[in-house]
């Protein structure tokens, strides 16, 4: 099913982002649904946009649930993954990441799925994007921002992205998902009978400096 972005948009919203939907243009106003507290599915987030106003308002951009708005931070929103990943906590990703010699823009791996800062700040403040599901991209208006496709989407998003920091990003992503999977894979390998097969033998001692590392 292919969403519909513009729908969720008001009537003055969708004269501003009639064909593409602007990230530095997007307002409050702009959008239909405003949620006090929600439980986030955060394998189909697409973008994470906070609000600078006195009240903590985020925008998120979702591939099934659409645009809505909720009332709370991008840093509080994060601590929902604290709960459906218990062991790859923020801190964890952080070590896993500078390994991996990322020091920033590091993205929150989960579920098989990321999200990337747009500017290496904390988790507050700035915008946050699912790089791996960009389908394709185009340069936009200016020399610094692109207009995205997103997976399961029919309307693009104007961002202040170039193409260099696009496909960065995703490197970064598959760099600490692939190693984080590694790390569960040697200790499910070590901790189990798993171990007593030659192959699974081989393949530990092979990343077995990665592991201790």
Known sequence: I???LSSQLTTHGRKIHSQVIHLNKLKKHHIKRHFKHIDITWPTVLALIQ??????TTIIIDSVQG????????????????RIRPVGRAKTMRRI???????????????????????????FNVIWFASEMITHFEPGETLDSSVVWFENTNVPIAMNLSAAFINNRKQDA????DFGELIGVQIAISSTAKMQ?????????????????
Do not use: W
């Not at 097969?197 to 590392?213: A, M, R, V």
């Open 197 to 213: 097969t030659s192959y699974n033998h081989y393949q530990l001692e092979k990343h077995l400096k990665e592991l201790e590392g």
């Open 67 to 82: 645009i809505y708005i909720v009332k709370q931070t991008v840093n509080r929103l994060f601590k929902q993954l604290e």
């Open 174 to 177: 598959y760099k600490v998902r």
């Open 51 to 56: 609000i600078e106003s006195a009240e903590p």
């Open 97 to 123: 990441a500078n390994y991996k010699d990322i020091f920033e823009y590091i993205p929150f791996v989960f579920c098989g799925r990321s999200l990337s800062p747009m500017k290496a700040q904390k988790h």
């Open 2 to 4: 292919i969403l519909d």
